[in-house]
């Protein structure tokens, strides 16, 4: 079956450290790979994709995310974090072979950064 | 401009009864997606509409549950004789032109159900 993991509910760390939310994929084929983040009492926003080309992609807010194919992983990170980064972060993937962008989303990772 | 509007943006309804959620996308997306976000859990897909053709109503987890969109317009999710299992945010989205190319998806607010 196909499937996103965020094995990690939460992930806390201190303001001006990296930080990494993790990801791995497990789908046939070449697959796309977004980033979305759920700010509270707002909806979901794009982040960043992997679609081809460079595996290190950058996106929104300073964030930029790994793609390894041998270790079907999509983590994300950002080198300095910022208090007003904590929400609540999903990783999906769109399965090779489809006629359309469905996703498939993990169940998403509680970012809290602490001052 | 405007983003993707959704409404209710909260519903309470007693089980039994129906629903009708309602999608309002971007201007000029014509994809546009409906999924499903139970607590503590990631999004589930529903429905997927692009322009004209037909719709791809695979992740509709029964025949409760439908959806109309008239060209590349407002979209309703409508929830017959709702069960208390119904009870999650629903998200929609809309995108530009989607033929498998990767198009990021817009989000709207989400319709928080709650069925008693």
């Known amino acids: 079956a196909q499937s996103v993991a965020q094995p990690e509910d939460q992930v806390n760390v201190a303001e001006g450290n990296p930080l990494t939310v993790k990801c791995t994929y497990s789908?046939?084929?070449?697959?796309?790979l977004f980033w979305y983040v759920q700010y509270p009492n707002r909806g979901l926003q794009f982040l960043l994709k992997?679609?081809?080309?460079?595996?290190l992609v950058k996106g929104s807010y300073g964030f930029e995310a790994e793609f390894n194919k041998s270790q079907t992983s999509f983590h994300l990170k950002k080198p300095s974090a910022l208090v007003s980064d904590s929400a609540l972060y999903f990783c999906?993937?769109?399965?090779?072979?489809?006629?359309?962008?469905?996703?498939?989303f993990g169940t998403g990772t509680r970012l809290q950064v602490f001052p | 401009g405007a983003g993707v509007s959704q409404s209710p943006s909260n519903k309470v309804t007693e089980k039994g009864k129906d629903v009708e959620l309602r999608c309002d996308p971007i201007s000029g997306h014509t994809a546009l997606y409906w999924y499903r976000q139970r607590l503590g859990q990631g999004l589930e897909f529903l429905i997927y509409f692009q322009g004209n053709s037909a719709p791809d109503k695979s992740g509709l987890p029964s025949d409760r549950f439908s959806a109309e969109r008239t060209g590349e317009s407002v979209s309703t999710l409508t929830i017959q004789r709702t069960q208390q299992e119904d009870s999650a945010v629903y998200l929609c989205?809309?995108?530009?032109?989607?033929?498998?190319?990767?198009?990021?998806?817009?989000f709207g607010p989400g319709t928080r159900l709650t069925v008693t």
């Open positions: 992997y679609i081809t080309g460079d595996n």
């Open positions: 989205a809309s995108s530009r032109y989607s033929s498998g190319t990767g198009r990021e998806q817009y």
């Open positions: 789908v046939s084929g070449n697959p796309y």
């Open positions: 999906a993937v769109r399965p090779w072979g489809n006629n359309t962008d469905k996703l498939i």
